[in-house]
């Protein structure tokens, strides 16, 4: 009866009472004979993070976890054995229809004041967390180009203007070859506009385009918003450089002029300075990727606890990953503010529904083999380690994919689950502070805003001690308790956000690159 | 009557005696009163590159250029009136059934003896025109770090490795949050794969991977192809690095593992030496981008010369742009050596065809706002002057998406028209030196082959002097003929491929993503 691995007393981690299932906490698992504190005995070897049956469990009857059928049982289960993957039947996702709307939509937590941070104030309101020049591209033909640039902008140019943090481009491969008035078009060009919007890229508006592309100009940025936005405060600096145009003779001239356009704008970020912003000026994006099964009892609700926190400030907090939410629909719609809200969110998961569809697929391909071999059986599993993330706030609004968030509280921002693609459209939503949560490790970084990389095991935080920001793990160690790494969690965000400290990707400059959606044809 | 503008002796161009429209070749255009050589006089201006009308056409009557139907008048066109796209409707696609197949299949050019170029010899038969590391990826998130990597195995490695061109990042936005298991999952997979094998990167295998993505090595390399790899000749040098493996304690550890890893395979590629290899060894990857009705006239017409060169060398030369060649798909059929190779190209565009019904557009969602600028009216008539590239050879083959060419000749490598995509797949083909024809001007450049850049147009090719590496405008001019050009630019490819001479885009670095073509759903 090895009881105690390594120094070590066997835990395991059961969220709800009415779980028949808990997962294994040690480092590296657990021996058959292994003896919790409650009497129950291993009766095969459990791999940290796994499943281990807490009654006996009879053929087709249901496994809960989160209190929550995350699949029925394929066989008998008995009392500590390993609940793998291989014997769970997944359940049906959950219809669409006859779902509680707005059922739970009350919150009584008081309203938390007088937590702050230093922030860039733009003209539209909106507050930066980072002082950046990005380049907006219309077309991936100019992306040499612009690159080209913006090195020469990094060596000769920054170095003049101390206040700017980076000068970047908005690479990315869309902008011709691409059926542009398909239906669907709207997302990935929206998701552009709204990215070179971006409350961290300062209010201006520096484009290089090539001339001939489909994406125009005036197609990716609308002369109604232009107009708007000069009307409303002057000047913002919008600039626009065609590499076909008739004064660029030959390529140094090219990149002589994104250089001029490039010095003025870096003038007009320089001067400006940090301000004392209220928290409810934060628009962070949340995000799980590279999961285990240890996200959904560390990570993830440390976050959901700070999530409540940035809600009660009245900031902004966006969840995503529409296939990681999918079987947890009605939760979510429960949740909804009201029945605009929780039709809105019907809405979004049902166009993903038939886009996965169209491609012969349904949200089971969610999975991955990280996500399997750290202990999560299936998408209905891990779906419920990802919602927990959102805390307990109401929730006050969808954001369409690729659009810009316009109200506070927390919102469901839809994007698909894939961490590059959500990033992205997070980005254009208007976040200024991201937090990714991980449990196999990602070394996933972006240019445009600071990502704070919360890790879900303390042995991942130790091996990668200059790529987490911060270790969640200590809540399944026992050594903190949720609430406490939630505020931690929280006044770090506060830190990051002032730029007082600066996470470990962009210490180490590592950025990731736009991957926006577009479900629509290429041509 | 101002018969002459500025000089010049108004010229037009019919490129087929059945035309009833021809192109005007004059720099700024003719003034409505022009009179031509034949007698024709313009009855309204008409810019460079667009169409007159040669006689007068009844409405409803067909227009023809390269003697095909690119429309129908939508009123009568008078003798020497301007034919724009507003005036034409354009004919339905031609149907993919009861289709000439290889009734033209016979070409009696003589074998083109005794022109080589100095290339990197692989082990697998291909040839190398640059000596590049390439470090395959496995999936996004780990592009921060590869990239970060790759600086500094530039700064602190490649000088000591003086044979070795170049080392770069195969990064991409696939790999993980896709649906793996669709079954148009493959095109992406085996386009890396294949990518990863290009001639240009000497044969060995260095991949970065994180470990919990989806795309597994071993499902990006099959175990298969990498036994039969070392079975056949050895070491190869096949190395996987995965940043979440437990050796890696922190950034700096992941880091030294990729910068050990990379002086292993510079090592082998630093002792090898070109050496004189025939022509037939090039594989040659051809594409338009940018285009205008000169492209037509002009470039693809020299390059389809060069084309024949080529083949009649021996060599692989591969068109491709599946939606500019939908609306010419009779005259490849026929020109297709057999019924076999006529049908492939049928499943190919009859794949596409379905492709782009499901996103609701059709192949004329092709044409850019650049293209209509340039003259050419609809995808019709853009499809027959993308076509000629192909010269008058046999259709040897056909290269399905991501696939790799297998055999000699010409080949029809299915690809999408984005230039970007396009460049992406003929990687993943094998193409080993890439000709790239432009009418408005694209700085479109590779990391992994050499892009030759010609122009359509004298004005381009003087504006842009430090980024077109040759001038085919010289034919609308009188200056030179196709043949002349042709084989300008086929002497050009030796002097490219065997590296005594770089492209302007080599010079001055501009290097295009890679852009994966993936029909199946992210999730």
Redesign the interface.
Known sequence: MNANVAGQVPRYIRVDKADNVAIVVNDLGLPSGTRFACGLELCEPVPQGHKVALVDIAKGAPVRRYNVIIGHANEPLRAGSWVHEGLLSMPEAPALHRIPAATRARWNEPALEGYTFEGYRNPDGSVGTRNVLAITTTV??????V??AVQRIRSELLPRFANVDDAIGL?H?YG?????????ADIPIRTLRNISLNPNFGGGLMVVG?????L?PERLLPPGMLAARKASSGDFGVDFVR??D?P?????A?IAAIMAAATKHLARLNARRRETCPAAALVVGMQC??SDAFSGVTANPALGFASDLLVRTGATVMFSEI?EVRDGIDQLTSRAVDGDVAQALIDELAWYDR??E????D?S??T????R??GLANIVEKAMGSIVKSGTAPIAGVVRLGERASRKGLLFAAT???????GTLQLAAGMNLHIFTTG??????LAGCPVIKVATRSDLAR?????IDLDAGRIATGEASIEQVGWDLFHTMLEVASGRRKT??ER??????L?L?N?????
Request: proline share 6%; aromatic share 10%; hydrophobic share 35%.
């Open positions: 991936q033909c100019v992306a040499g180009v690159d080209h690479e491969i011709c070859g691409v059926a542009i008035d398909a239906h669907d090539l001339g001939c592309e489909k125009q590499l076909q008739e660029h003779v030959g390529f140094e090219m990727g590279g296939t886009y996965l169209r491609g012969g697929v949200r391909a969610n991955t083999p990280g996500n071999k750290g698909p689950a894939s961490d590059f693609v959500c196999r490790g990602t070394p996933y970084g091996r990668w001690h200059d790529l470990w990707t180490w400059g590592l950025k990731n690159s991957a959606f479900p629509a044809p290429i041509t």
